[in-house]
Nanobody
Framework: VQLQASGGGLVQPGGSLRLSCVAS????????VAWFRRAPGKEREGVAG????????RYADSVKGRFTISRDNAKNTVYLQMNTLQPEDTAVYYC????????????????????WGQGTQVTVSS
């Protein structure tokens, strides 16, 4: 599976961005998908995860109510809608997939994911 992330950019505080992650191969539709981010000087952080089938989601506390993960299986694409962005959201964002179902408690653990995209920079600044 190859993943291609896009949609990052510079946005003012309070603004919105939508990240996209296009995957090769239709089997991706049966994968658990997630977005992670790494800010300068910080460890990689799980942001949002989405399981196939029941479409259960999990979000980091820091983005709940502001970010939404979704997928369009027909387009093999996963999205991360980010609203009310704040400077602390500045980071490189990565999409990742796990070839199967993950329990909710594991969705934001980076070490369980076996495919990763290349990252897209999000900068929130006035």
């Amino acid at each position: 599976v190859q993943l291609q992330a896009s949609g990052g950019g510079l946005v003012q505080p309070g603004g919105s961005l939508r990240l996209s992650c296009v995957a090769s191969g239709s089997a991706h539709n049966y994968h658990t998908v997630a977005w992670f981010r790494r800010a300068p000087g910080k460890e990689r952080e799980g942001v949002a995860g989405l399981r196939p089938g029941d479409r259960a989601t999990r979000y980091a506390d820091s983005v709940k109510g502001r970010f939404t993960i979704s997928r369009d299986n027909a387009k093999n694409t996963v999205y991360l809608q980010m609203n009310t962005l704040q400077p602390e959201d500045t980071a490189v964002y990565y999409c990742a997939t796990y070839s199967g179902n993950l329990i909710t408690g594991s969705m934001l653990r980076p070490n369980v994911y076996n495919y990763w995209g290349q990252g897209t920079q999000v900068t929130v600044s006035s």
